[in-house]
Structures are given as C-alpha cells and as structure tokens.
C-alpha cells in the first residue's frame, strides 16, 4: 500500500481527498464527522460579510437526475453560502483546526467586489490558523445576482484584482475557484494566474434548470409556484471538468500553477482521472451527499492500490501523467487507421451495433453471417468511429483494431503509412 | 425464467380431512408476485431494445416485444399494453400462462451472455393490467361488412378470431357448449396461474368490442346442425379444442378413483368451495406434460400426502419445462421416470395402486406404487362432432389446415388445439384465431367485389 500524503501549495494532509465548499462544511458538526471518517481536509463552506447572516429558501434545495434504478446522475442546488453567523463559523474553525492538526482547512470566502470587504475578513480567517483560503468565485445562483460569486469570476479581470488583494492583505495561501460559466475557463485561470493566486480549484457548478413537472407544468423542483436555476454537479458533469481541468493544465500562461480538481469526482478512479490530468488533489461534494462521508475509505485504499499496482510511489508521480495526452483535434494523426471488429464467441446478437451504424452512422456493419442471425463488420464502410463499440452491451465484445502500418484501408484503398499526419499538414487543408 | 414466489402451506392431511380456508387461499393465490411500477422501469431498462429481436421472433403472436418493455422504462404502460394486445387480444393470460422460458424469455440475449433473461411475462402483465386497470380501450369497430360469421368454441382461438373480426366491421356468433366462455383459460390452466376470476375479466374486455354474441351451452352438431351454421353464416371457423381425453388402454381404467387430469382441473377450477373436492392421499400422475405437472401439483396444494408423477421416458423427454419440473419438484411431488404404467391394482372396485415397468431396463422388471388416486394426464384428442356431410381432410386426427387456417371444406376455417400440427398453447391458439379472421375477411371482402 502506497502512503497517500499529499501537499498542495504548502498544505499537508494524509491524503488528497478534500470536501468542497458545500453543505457538507458548514459547521463542526460535519466537519468533525468528516475527518473521523479519514477526509484528508475541508474548503470550509464560504464566509461572507460580518452583519446579518443571508436566508436561505426554506424549501427544495436540490434536485436530482436519476437514472432508472435511482442512480444519481446529476445534482444542482440552489443553496447560497453560510446562513450562520460569522463569528460562530470562525470560531468553529479555530476549534476544528486545534483539534485536527494534520488536516487541511481552507475557508472559502465572498464578499462584495470592494477592497475593504476583503481586507476585513481576510484579517478574520487569518486569525483562525486556517491553512488557506479559496475565493468563491464560481457560485451561480442567488450570489452572482448581487455582484458576487460567477458574477466576478466571468470577468478576468476582476478575478485577478480580487486574488491579488488577498496576497497583498494576508499571508494565507490563496486558491481561485472558477466558474465554468464562461466561454473560456481558461481567460479566469490566467486572470488568477496574474493577481497571484497560488492555486485554481475547477469547476464550480453549472447552470441548470433540472427539469420540468408535466403534471403541474412548472419547472422541477420548485419553491412554491416557481423555481429558479441552480448549480449542476454530480458524475453528469466530470467529463465538462476533466475538459476545462486538461485545458488550464496545457495552458503556457497557466503553466504550474497547482490545481484542485473537482466536479463528478466520486470515487478513486475518478479522482485519479482527475490527478493524471494535472489536479494535486481533488474535492468532492455530492458523491458525499449521496453516500455519506464513509466513501473515503474506499478512496484512500483504493487509490493506494492503484499506485503499488502501477509501480508509483507516491500520488506525485500520478500528478499530471495523462496531460501530454490531451491535445487539440488539429493535432490528431489522420494516418491513423482503426477498424472494429466483433468477437462472435461473445456476441450475443443483440444486434444494436448494427442499427446504430445502419440508421445513423456508416452502414457497415451486416446481419447476416453465412445465412444466420449475426453481425459483422465491413472493413469497406467502417470509419472507426467507435459508436458501435459503445452501444455494445457486452464489454470488449467489439474493439477497434488499430490498422499496422502498410496495410490496406480498403475503405479508402491508401496504405497505412507510417509517418503522422495532422490536418495542418493535409493536402486537402487548403489553408495549411 | 418463470419464477414461482407463491409457496403452498406445506400443510397435508389425510384423506376425508381438509386444509382451513386460509391454507386453500394461500396455496391457490397468483403464483407470480406482479411487478410494481418502479420493479417494472428496473427491469424494462435490462432491455437492451434488440434490433430484429430474438423474443419477438419466437413469440407465436410475433408481438413487439423490444418496443413494449421500451414503453413501460418510458413509464408509458398503456402504450405498451396497445402494443401487446394488437398483435395478441389475450396479452394478458399470456402474460401469466405462456411457458415464458421456452419462448420469448428462452430467446432472450441475455441468456447468450449466461445472465438472467428480462422477465418479459411479468412485464407482460405489468402493462396489460395496468391497461385494465386505468379502463383503457384500444379497438374500435370498423364501419359493417354486412358478413356474418359463426365460430365454433369460446377458447382462445374462437375469441381471437370473434375479436378481430369484429374490429373489421363482421358480426360474429360464437357457439359454445359451456356454461362460460374462456376455453381452457377458464377450465383448463391451473388455478393459481389464473388466480382473481382472470378469464372472465379478460373474456369481458374481449367482447366489449361489441359485435360478438356468445351462444352457451349450445352443441354445435346435437343443438344446431352444423348444416344451419354452413347456411346462415358466410363463414365458420372451428376452434373446438380437444374434448376427448385419451386412455391408457388398462385394463380396469374406468375404476372409482381413476380420473382423467382435465376433468378434475375443470372440476377445481369451477369450485366454489375447494374444500368439497376428492383428495386421496397417495396420488399417482400419469403424463410428462403441463397437464400432468399441473395436476400434480394442484392436487398436492389441496392437501395429498404423496403425489407421483410418472412418465414413461426420461427427464429430457418430458413435454413439461425444465422450469415447470423443478416447480413440481420444490412442491414436494415425486417425479419417477422410465415408469410405464403396466396394470392397475384394485381392490372392491377401488384403486389401490399402480404397477409399473421399469422402461429403461430390459427384462420385466416392475415396481408399484400405492395409489387411491389415479391421474391420467396422457394427451387429448379431437372430440366427435357431428358435421353433417362435411369432411375434414384430418392429420393424426387433427383438422388438416393451410397457412391461413383454411380447412378441406371451402367457407370453414379452424384454429388452435384442434388443428394439426398445433402446440397446444394458448399463445398459438390466439394467433390461429387471428389468422385465421383475416384470411375470412380477405376472403368475405375478396368476394363482395
């Protein structure tokens, strides 16, 4: 088993399993019951300005996509930040922190645009000995209707100005959290990047409206006669988050700056997903809200297993080891040849790959296999294009055989050729 | 596969005693837990909407089964039920009574992958009850043809063919010698697969089309010559079933306690009270088939202490399933095979046993088996009935037919169990009747031009 310690920006915990600003770190209790099940750290759910606390709706909070056998799917909330006073919240913080020495607590915070809010509070959180702060810059609903939250982070430039008050007013590591509400997430990380940061956190909730209630033709979950959007998360958004993750961490203008993963992540192999493309450590949210804080258990020794298995010593050597992988599709090597092709010992004749190809793709895959019921594809029309591989219900029944060099596609009638070809260099790029 | 979740009381008494009322409730409730609405979306979703699917091929009435379970994830059971009763008016006793894991369940992809297959019966039922239950109709008559047409029998095949052709604008007049319509649905299949009176709810569904009149206890043949219905109908189909119960040509077999399988069926499925039926305590069963698993298990969950089912040849043999035997088998019924039944034992016009031969072994060697009940479950044949000067080409005593139901005799067409070549199932009953009704109406509608 492989030590899972980890350091982010200076912060040591046992692990790189980290709870998100959310729910579930709004207070001791939690937080207590967080780290007794072994969370490696918390981002303390955020803080806003001293003065009466702001009210949350007193009705659905959340709503769910389920899949058939109520798998959560995906999750959006309408919650805003603490509802509780903010010298409970610190002084909560200040036990917690005394009590668990060798965790991460890092306050999320959001105040008004204005540089004397920020120094306020960052004089507040410094007093507590939290091992940071992440600035809340990403929440979608409720705050950014008041000039906060996405409301700052869809602007680079306010971005930058905030992240760097907070490094000239206090000594606290400083983490950006981005909203992927934007067009180019990475225009907010380099914004970041100049105000000083010393870290991203990505991605903060999507807008999203979960659905619509035809028997009372209005949006679902309402409160009372209307809803309003929320933030979407849960497994449905990790493939949006490994994306916008794998662009800052290709980014020359983003180049080291240390990341913290988060969206979807909700057990090892996600997080190490997340970690191979360039986060140090990950945050979870409603992979908690659905099991329970017990699920880390099964993270730390599942990850640790992973890394003996695959000769890694520490999650350093996981860090960033996929990210030279993700390229942009100008890149990609037309010469590149694959075919599928189906094992008839484990086809079950199902015969979806067929349909799929036939009505909505390359027709090449037939019916019929000497008289009888089966399928089987016709080098002479597949493109590859991997649709039937993921329709097929069977596992590694169909795969793609990539094609060796100096065979012949016959679809095309060329010879595979051994030297790489992008579009950039393709005859038929009239541009290029 | 078909599942059994009903368990009988596991309660057995002697002879002249009987189980409490709770125990026949218990021992003849549905047999099939149904599914509920979120346990039928789990199980639709195992669907994987097969193209040119392997279920719908092998159910005798072709229904699209890929596209109702598709419905039903869709929570859209009342499509689903339109789609099932299109292609089979009785979806519903299907549902409950087709041997599922030799049809479309044994056809089933999943089994290829050696997984459970989708439990198609029972999403089946889910839609087509629910259907009924929310009182969806789905036929309507076409404008009159002026054609009327006599059908011969009230089973599966007769109410098949009556609701179809009805749907096509034809009157139809069903002649049946029972007191109630369903054929064997309502005297035959055991009771707790038909459990809550479902024949009747389903026979009155089928005729609310309008348009059909049933004539009971009439006797084609002895009440109405079948000359009249050649006169006064443009068109008569047979779906007279197998009234006859074949013998096993023994000497002494018409002895008290020696009972033929589908008259005591029909006996217990027509109780009012089950307490009042003949239960012996040794029971022997003669037959391999549905009937014969039927029997003996109906009669060991009315209280027999000891049921034996004997066939002639071996387990692989058997007409009965795979999935039936193990049910009689977890009944607590004993199946010997190789036993073919050599005398009787009888004792002051008494049976008292069964001496069998060990088939499988050559010499004489035998064996007996104590018995005060005899059950003969060996297969049915065609019934007499009187014709007229009609005559059917017959095949093994069956009416010979072409692929569209036509008999020997122009203007007569037969279906179901009466025919050659038939399976015996409700299932291909209703597609005979189907059939057949279309091959009439071409022919009716053929001729008016």
Known sequence: MIDLKSKFIGIETPNPFWLASAPPTDKAYNVNRAFEAGWGGVMWKTLGEAGLPLVNVSGPRYGAWHGTDRTLMGFNN?????????????????????????????????????????????????DTGADGIELNFGCPHGMSERGMGAAVGQVPEYVEMVAAWCKQYSDLATIVKLTPNITDIRTSARGAVRGGADAVSLINTINSVMGVDLEQMKMSPSVGQQGSHGGYCGPAVKPIALHMLSEIAGDDECKGIPISGIGGVSNWRDAAE??????????????????????????????????????????????????????????????????????????????????????????????????????????????????????????????????????????????????????????????? | ??????????????????????????????????????????????????????CQTACPTGIDVASFIRMISQKNEVGAAEKILSENIMGGTCARACPVETLCEDACVRHTEGDQPVKIGLLQRFATDRASELGAKFFTRQASTGHTVAIVGAGPAGLSCAHRLATLGHEVVIYEAH????????????????????????????????????????????????????????????????????????????????????????????????????????????????????????IKRLGANNVTMAYRRGKEHMNASHEEQEFALSEGVHIAH????????????????????????????????????????????????????????????????????????????????????????????????????????????????
């Not at chain 1, 909560?92 to 890092?106: A, C, L």
């Not at chain 1, 493109?383 to 060796?404: K, M, S, Y």
């Not at chain 2, 026979?203 to 089309?209: A, G, K, N």
């Open chain 1, 78 to 126: 309408i919650e805003l930040i603490t509802d509780r006073d903010l010298e409970i919240n610190l002084a909560e913080i200040i036990q917690v922190k005394k009590d668990w020495p060798d965790r991460g607590v890092v306050v999320s915070l959001m105040v008004p645009c204005e540089e004397q809010a920020w120094k306020d509070i960052l004089m507040r959180v410094e």
């Open chain 1, 274 to 432: 997340f970690m191979a493309l360039g986060a140090s450590n990950v945050q979870v949210c409603t992979a908690v809200m659905t099991h329970g804080f017990r699920i880390v258990e099964d993270m730390i020794d599942g990850l640790s297993r992973y890394l003996a298995d695959h000769g890694m010593r520490s999650v350093d050597d996981l860090i960033g080891a996929a990210v030279p992988s993700v390229t942009s599709w100008n890149k990609l090597d037309l010469n590149y040849v694959a075919k599928a092709q189906i094992d008839q010992d484990s086809c079950i004749k199902c015969g979806r790959c067929h349909i799929v190809c036939e009505d909505t793709s390359h027709q090449a895959i037939s019916t019929e296999i000497n008289g009888e019921r089966g399928f089987q594809v016709r080098d002479e029309d597949c493109v590859g294009c991997n649709l039937c591989v993921v329709v097929c219900p069977v596992e590694n029944c169909i795969t793609l055989r990539e094609l060796d060099t100096g065979e012949i596609d016959v679809r095309t009638g060329k010879t595979v050729s051994a030297d790489y070809q992008n579009w950039t260099q393709h005859p038929n790029n009239t541009a290029a």
């Open chain 2, 1 to 54: 596969m078909t599942t059994f979740s009903s368990k009988s009381s596991g309660q057995s008494l002697p002879a002249g005693q009987r189980l409490s009322p709770a125990d026949y409730q218990t021992n003849f409730a549905d047999i099939h837990i149904p599914l509920d609405a979120r346990s039928a979306i789990v199980e639709a979703d195992r669907c994987y909407h097969c193209y040119g699917a392997p």
């Open chain 2, 179 to 298: 007191e109630k319509s369903g054929g064997l649905n309502e005297y035959g299949l055991a009771a707790y697969k038909m459990a809550g009176d479902y024949a009747q709810h389903e026979v009155q569904d089928i005729l609310s089309i309008g348009g059909i009149s049933v004539k009971h206890g009439v006797k084609v043949g002895e009440d109405i010559t079948f000359a009249e219905l050649q006169t006064n109908y443009d068109a008569v189909f047979m779906g007279v079933g197998l009234g006859a119960n074949k013998e096993m040509q023994l000497d002494g077999e018409q002895v008290s306690g020696a009972i033929n399988a589908v008259e005591y069926i029909h006996q217990l499925r027509q109780a009012k009270d089950l307490g009042q039926l003949p239960v012996g305590q040794n029971i022997v069963v003669i037959g391999g088939g549905m009937t014969a698993i039927d029997i003996a298990i109906q």
């Open chain 2, 338 to 449: 190789w036993a073919q039944p050599v005398s009787l034992q009888v004792k002051q016009g008494v049976i008292t046993g069964v001496e069998f031969k060990r088939a499988n072994i050559e010499g004489d060697e035998t064996f007996t088996t104590p018995a005060d009940m005899l059950f003969k479950a060996i297969g049915q044949s065609l019934a007499p009935i009187d014709v007229g000067a009609v005559e059917f080409v017959k095949h093994y005593g069956k009416y010979e037919v072409d692929n569209e139901l036509r008999t020997s005799h122009p203007g007569i067409w037969a279906g179901g169990d009466c025919v050659a070549g038939n399976d015996g199932l409700a299932v291909s009953a209703v597609q005979d009747g189907k059939l057949a009704a279309l091959s009439i109406h071409n022919t009716l509608t053929q001729s008016q031009v």
